[in-house]
T-cell receptor
């Protein structure tokens, strides 16, 4: 069974631009959660989607948004990029949102210049 | 609120040395506790977990015991290998809410 995949793996953008990251969960998993990992703040929860609906949201500004499609694939979008958005963005999938059994993807490393 | 504090790294050990990475938590309710490992260029992998007090999680020679009295979940391994070099994260969940992670501890094992 294929694991969680994320595309692209690496991305370079400039301040003010917007970016879209994609996450394909494990087949059959309906929940996708997104996390931001930075050296200063560590791993922080962004949001969770289940059956195309946002179920939980972390403490991030409205520039960070996401969505989930009917095939459970998820995208997150960051608008008006700031230098501080440079991070590793991880997604994790689970069957129904059970965090105890979520599987993480390899992440997308975003660099904002 | 719910939070995790783990010992700061980096930790550098020689092969076959004993490893301890300290983790303490603060939580309302009864958390489940986890250790994740992140190898270079990869995402997080679940290493072990414990869901109630006095449970011991173990995997690949690593162990951690859920100590409610000291609110701790320290990671231990009796004999580390070079291949154990990675970043280790302690984490908790309460009531399946969002997962809270520690800052991570980078371990380097030298031959």
């Amino acid at each position: 069974k294929a694991g969680v995949t994320q595309t692209p793996r690496y991305l370079i953008k400039t301040r003010g631009q917007q970016v879209t990251l994609s996450c394909s969960p494990i087949s059959g998993h309906r929940s996708v959660s997104w996390y931001q990992q930075t050296p200063g703040q560590g791993l922080q929860f962004l949001f969770e989607y289940f059956s195309e609906t946002q179920r939980n949201k972390g403490n991030f500004p409205g520039r960070f948004s996401g969505r989930q499609f009917s095939n459970s694939r998820s995208e997150m979008n960051v608008s008006t990029l700031e230098l501080g958005d440079s991070a590793l963005y991880l997604c994790a999938s689970s069957l129904k949102g059970e965090k105890e059994t979520q599987y993480f993807g390899p992440g997308t490393r975003l660099l904002v210049l | 609120g719910n939070s995790v504090t783990q010992m700061e790294g980096p930790v550098t050990l020689s092969e076959e040395a004993f490893l301890t990475i300290n983790c303490t938590y603060t939580a309302t309710g009864y958390p489940s506790l986890f250790w994740y490992v992140q190898y270079p260029g990869e995402g997080l992998q679940l290493l072990l977990k414990a869901t109630k007090a006095d449970d011991k999680g173990s995997n690949k020679g690593f162990e951690a015991t859920y100590r409610k009295e000291t609110t701790s979940f320290h990671l231990e391994k009796g004999s580390v290998q070079v291949s154990d070099s990675a970043v280790y994260f302690c984490a908790l969940i309460v009531n399946n809410n969002d997962m809270r992670f520690g800052a991570g501890t980078r371990l380097t094992v030298k031959p």
